[in-house]
Structures are given as structure tokens and as C-alpha cells.
């Protein structure tokens, strides 16, 4: 069977996916793109284990229902916790956003010393850590969760006084432990590159997951052959999220840099 016209599932947490949504479209824009945000259920990243997995088994069978022929966690928190434990259940790929960062802030440290800003969860799974040594266990790791930096943005506030302070304040430590690449763990960092570019400086690489994760989302599907070959017709981005508020569309569409004409609610 030829799977190739079928769409790309991506889900998060929430909102914040639209980042990597985003990028993806950038890179693959003849894709359709079915997007599930579990906006009912948000914020993931100060969940347990249990939940975020459960969470996360919930979200793949509802894109599998939709016919996906690839799911990529665009969620930190869901990627850190529950791929390693859910990928094995599945027939298609099932990409997170972590390894490919991984790989990437691997390649571009020189002096060996890598910072990693997430959720609570994220931080607290190791997860960077374990998959950085895997590649090289001469390299030291610096996580540091940001719990404040998702309602920042998700308030707009991406610039200005107050967002360098907070920024600076969490960054502290990772700057006097020189690090010279830093993972932006988080569907929501992105947002605040310009604020996190100036504290850390320019000598620091920023890492942005969710471009690496749509690098690999194309690597993948070439190497599985199905890439989609035809020009679509209709909208290419559909959105399905379990509490349809205002809010979603507003914030998303500042999130994905345009507009958002397809949002469904889907009850349980
Ligand atoms: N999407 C989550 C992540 O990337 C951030 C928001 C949340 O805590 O759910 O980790």
C-alpha cells in the first residue's frame, strides 16, 4: 500500500508544537500536517511519568485514527518521557524531538560543555544527559528547568526588561559554567531566541529542537520512500485539540507565523 499522500501526525501538550509545525512546513510544504494539542490537559512538563506516558498513548492512537504515516512529538516533556517507553507499540516511525537535537548540539560544541533548558519533567528525566554521553562521554552537561519561560510566552511576552531578567536569572549558572551550546528543550523556546541569544551571548550555539526534529522528519520519510510525491489540494494544516478555546488560535497563529483556518475539539 502506497502511504505516501497520507499526513504527517504531530501532537503536543498544547500550543507550543505550532513551533515545530512550523518548521516542518518550512521544509516539507506539499505535507499535509494533522496537529493534535492536548490544550485540556496542558502543561505536561510539571505531570508524573505515568500521566505524561498515558497521555502520550492517548495522542498516538488518536493520530493514528487519522490515517498519519509518521508521528513526531514535537513535546519536550512527551519525547523525554514517554517515547522511549511507547515507540516499541507502533508500525510507523515515531520521531521525538530529543536525539535530533542531541546529535546536533554534539556536532557543535567545541570546548565540550552543553546547557539544556526544559520543563521540570524534561530536566528531571536525564534524558539529554544519557543520550549527549551515549555519543560522547567526555562531554559535560548543564541542565537548568525554566518553569516560567512557557506562560512568558504563551503571555506574548518574548522581549523586553522583565523577560531578559527572568532569562538571565535561570541562564546564570550555565554562563559561569561556560557552556558553548545550549538546547532550547522546549516547544516554546524558540520564541524567546533573541532574549536567550543576547544573555548567553554569541560565542553560544543555540540548539532549536524543533528545527532539528523537522530535519530528521525529512530524513526519515526518504529513507521510508514516502515522501509525498503529488500536489496537494485544500488546507494542509489541521488542527484537532481537546478544549477549543479562544486562545489557541490566537496564540498559535503568533506561534506559526500565520493563519490557522481548520481547529476542531474533540471530546473523549
Ligand atoms: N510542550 C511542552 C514541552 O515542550 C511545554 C508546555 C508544557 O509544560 O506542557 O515540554
Not at 25 to 38: H, S, T, V
Not at 121 to 126: D, M
Not at 203 to 219: G, Q, T
Amino acid at each position: 500500500m502506497n502511504n505516501n499522500s497520507h499526513p504527517i501526525g504531530v501532537f503536543d501538550s498544547g500550543v507550543g508544537g505550532l513551533t515545530v509545525a512550523k518548521e516542518l512546513r518550512k521544509l516539507l510544504n506539499q505535507e499535509k500536517i494533522i496537529y493534535f494539542g492536548d490544550t485540556a490537559r496542558v502543561p505536561y512538563g510539571n505531570k508524573s511519568r505515568e500521566t505524561i506516558i498515558k497521555f502520550a498513548l492517548e495522542s498516538v492512537l488518536f493520530l493514528l485514527k487519522q490515517n498519519v504515516k509518521l508521528v513526531l512529538i514535537a513535546c519536550n516533556t512527551s519525547s523525554s518521557i514517554a517515547l522511549p517507553v511507547i515507540r516499541q507499540y507502533f508500525r510507523i516511525p515515531i520521531i521525538g524531538v530529543v536525539n535530533p537535537a542531541v546529535r546536533e548540539s554534539v556536532y557543535a560544541t567545541r570546548n565540550r560543555r552543553i546547557g539544556v533548558i526544559g520543563t521540570r519533567a524534561t530536566i528531571s528525566s536525564k534524558i539529554y544527559e544519557q543520550e549527549i554521553r551515549r555519543l560522547d562521554s567526555t562531554i559535560k552537561v548543564f541542565a537548568q528547568s525554566c518553569p516560567l519561560f512557557v506562560p512568558l510566552v504563551e503571555e506574548g511576552w518574548w522581549d523586553g526588561e522583565v523577560v531578559e531578567g527572568i532569562v538571565r536569572s535561570y541562564l546564570l549558572p550555565l554562563k559561569e559554567n561556560k557552556i558553548d551550546t545550549l538546547i532550547l528543550a522546549c516547544t516554546h523556546y524558540p520564541l524567546l531566541k533573541k532574549v536567550i541569544g543576547k544573555v548567553m551571548g554569541e560565542n553560544v550555539v543555540l540548539i532549536d529542537s524543533a528545527r532539528e526534529a523537522a530535519i530528521e522528519v525529512k530524513k526519515i520519510l526518504g529513507e521510508e520512500n514516502l515522501l509525498c510525491l503529488e500536489k496537494r489540494r485544500g488546507e494542509k494544516l489541521v488542527c484537532f485539540v481537546t478544549d477549543k478555546s479562544e486562545s489557541f488560535k490566537k496564540i498559535g497563529e503568533k506561534f506559526l507565523g500565520d493563519k490557522i483556518k481548520e481547529i476542531y475539539e474533540i471530546k473523549e
